[in-house]
Every structure is written in C-alpha cells, then in structure tokens.
C-alpha cells in the first residue's frame, strides 16, 4: 500500500511569483508571504488563505478568506481578484 502526501504550501511561494508577478518577502516559515503592504497567510491545515493588510505600528486588518480549493493557484487568483475588489 503506498500513502501520499499533498502539502498546499510546498508551491505556496512559487504560485504567488506565478499569480502576482512580484518575488514575495517569506514570512513564518514559507506559509505566509508579504506582497506590498498584504500578507497572504496559509491557515487551517492549508484549508484557508487569509488576506491580511498589514498597518502601523504592527496591527494587522484581516480583510478575507479564500478557500484552498482545488490547489493553491486558483485560491491565489481568487485572493488577487478579491484585493483588486477591495482597491488594497
């Protein structure tokens, strides 16, 4: 019997690169990343991909969730339409 293992955030840095265009600064890990002033955080057993908006002096603005459904570069392109709906 031969077991699999699917981590979401084995491609995590590399779909950001693919899906924003930029070379995100890695944050906690490699499950979080900082694009502009937006951190893009893995939550839940990589279920969920939060956006948060990161202020002065270190508060946070968790602005929404996307779900990690069926891979991380559909959540990513979900993620980047939602900060251009919220002009972030």
């Known amino acids: 019997m031969t077991k699999t293992f699917v981590d979401p955030a084995a491609d995590f840095v590399p779909a950001v690169e693919r899906?924003?265009?930029?070379?995100?600064?890695?944050?906690?890990?490699?499950?979080?990343?900082?694009?502009?002033?937006v951190k893009l955080t893995l939550e839940a057993g990589e279920r969920e991909l939060?956006?948060?908006r990161r202020l002065p002096p270190g508060?946070?603005?968790?602005?929404?969730?996307v779900e990690v459904e069926p891979d991380i570069e559909t959540?990513?392109?979900?993620?980047k339409a939602v900060l251009g709906d919220l002009d972030v």
């Open 59 to 65: 508060l946070e603005d968790w602005l929404s969730m």
């Open 19 to 37: 899906v924003f265009g930029v070379t995100p600064r890695v944050l906690d890990g490699s499950r979080a990343v900082l694009v502009g002033d």
């Open 75 to 79: 959540a990513l392109q979900k993620a």
């Open 50 to 52: 939060w956006l948060v």
